[in-house]
């Protein structure tokens, strides 16, 4: 048997949009999303360190080559941008 079709889709993009690039930082993603008239977000992804997070260990952050520190955490950019739930998101993966 087929499975049900879905009862209802998400909106397509906008022929434009409004973008705010470079959302690699704390600040940068609530200036973006505190800006009603952003409609889609581009960010830089790759491993390194967010300063006092736990261990030094490599993780997924938010930051554009050469850095590798950055203050924002792709779990944290993911859940504020899942959390606010209007913007369409480009991630930029850099490794």
Wanted: aromatic share 6%; with cysteine.
């Amino acid at each position: 048997a087929r499975p049900a079709p879905p009862t209802r889709f998400l909106a397509l993009p906008a022929a434009e949009q409004v973008w705010a690039h470079a959302v690699n930082s704390q600040a940068e993603l609530h200036r973006a999303l505190g800006n009603p008239a952003i409609t889609a977000l581009e960010a830089d992804i790759l491993l390194g360190v967010v300063p006092g997070a736990e261990g030094d260990t490599p993780r997924p952050i938010m930051a554009h080559p050469p850095r590798r520190v950055s203050d924002l955490s792709f779990e944290a950019f993911l859940g504020a941008c899942l959390s606010d739930g209007k913007r369409h998101v480009k991630l930029d993966f850099k490794e």
